[in-house]
C-alpha cells in the first residue's frame, strides 16, 4: 500500500461536491456515501486511477467493479439493456440494485475495471450525495466498497477512515448509509440470475419479472478462475473474530449479535451484546449489521455469537453477509 499523504474528511456541500470532482478528475480516490454503504470511487475512464484504487483496496486485480452512473441515459452509454434489464432499472433506480449487462461497443470504461470481462456491472445509486458526484462529474465512476479488501463493507465515514486512512485522498462524509447492505446484483446476460442477495429483496425483483430469478453458480471458496461474480467468494465479508451462525444461547465471554429479544442470562453471560433489531425487523438488521460486526470484532471476544435471522425480504441479504464472514474462520 502506498500512503497518499493526508485523508481530507469533509462534509457534503456545494464547494465539497465540487472538490471531490475535482479531486477524481486528477485521478484521485474519493470514499462517498450511497444508499447501501459507502463507495470508494475513481473516474472509470482513468486506467492509471482505476490501478490506484485496487491498490488502495488491496483488492486482487480479477475482481471487477462496479460503473456508477447519475441516470439511465448514462448507463445506456456504457452497457446494452435487454428487455428484463430496462424493466428493472424502470422499476428499480435509482436504488439498491446493480445489473451485470453486455459492454457497449464504444464503453469508455477502462479495460481493467472490468477485469477483462465483456460485461459490466452498472448502478444508479439513489442517495443524493452519490448523486450530486455523479452528475457533477459527467463520467462514470467506479466504486468498490471504500473498505480493505476482505474487510466488512462500510456504513459510516469513520469506518472507511478506519479502513483506508492514508491510502485515500477523500472521505465525503453523508452519515450513515440507510439501506446498510450492498445492493442485489442481477445479471441480464439471456435468464436473469441473482449474482448477489443484497438491499433490493428478491421477491420485489421476481414481482417486476413475473418469473423467478436463476441462482448463481456456488460461490468458489478458493478460486483461481474468475467466477461469474468474482467478488462473491465465501470469505469476502470477514471480521477478524470467529463467528458462530444460529447460536440460541450465548457462550461465557462470548460477543452476542443479537436479533430480536435477548434474555437476561443471555445478557448476563455475553461479554457485549449489539442488536441488530430488538424487534426484529430485518430492514433493520441489514441496516446495523456491518457497523455491528465491526464493533463487536474489536471487542476482544474469542467467538461472535450470531442470533438466527429470519431469511425473507433483506434477511437473505443480512444471511448472505453473515455465512461468507463465517466462512473460513
Ligand atoms: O452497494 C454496492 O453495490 C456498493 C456501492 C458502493 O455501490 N458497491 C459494491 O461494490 O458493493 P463491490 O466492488 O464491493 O462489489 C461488487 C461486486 C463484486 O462481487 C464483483 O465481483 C461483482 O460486483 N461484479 C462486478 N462486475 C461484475 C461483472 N461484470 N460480472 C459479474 N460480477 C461483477
Ligand atoms: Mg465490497
Known sequence: MTARSTTRVI?????????????????????????????????????????????????PAFNPL??????????QTLVTFDHAAAALAAAFWPGPLTLVLPKAAACPVAELATAGLDTLAVRMPNHPVAHAILEAFGKPIVAPSANRSGHVSPTTAAHVLADLAGCIDLIVDGGSTPVGVESTIVACLGKPMLLRPGGLPRDAIERVLKNTLHAAPPAAADNEAVPLSPGMLA?????????????????????????????????????????LSPLGNPVEAAANLFAHLRALDSAGASTIAVMPVPGGGLGEAVNDRLARAAAGR
Open 235 to 275: 470469505t469476502h465479508y470477514a471480521p477478524r473474530t470467529r463467528l458462530r451462525l444460529n447460536a440460541e444461547h450465548a457462550e461465557p465471554g462470548e460477543a452476542l449479535l443479537a436479533f430480536g429479544p435477548v434474555s437476561p442470562a443471555d445478557a448476563a453471560r455475553a461479554k457485549i451484546v449489539l442488536n
Open 66 to 75: 462496479i460503473a456508477h452512473v447519475p441516470d439511465v441515459k448514462s448507463a
Open 11 to 59: 462534509e457534503p456541500d456545494t464547494a465539497s461536491i465540487a472538490e471531490a470532482v475535482r479531486v477524481l478528475a486528477s485521478g484521485g480516490l474519493v470514499a462517498f456515501p450511497t444508499e447501501t454503504v459507502y463507495g470508494l470511487g475513481a473516474d472509470a475512464t482513468d486506467g492509471t486511477a482505476v490501478a490506484r484504487l485496487y491498490e488502495a483496496k488491496g483488492r
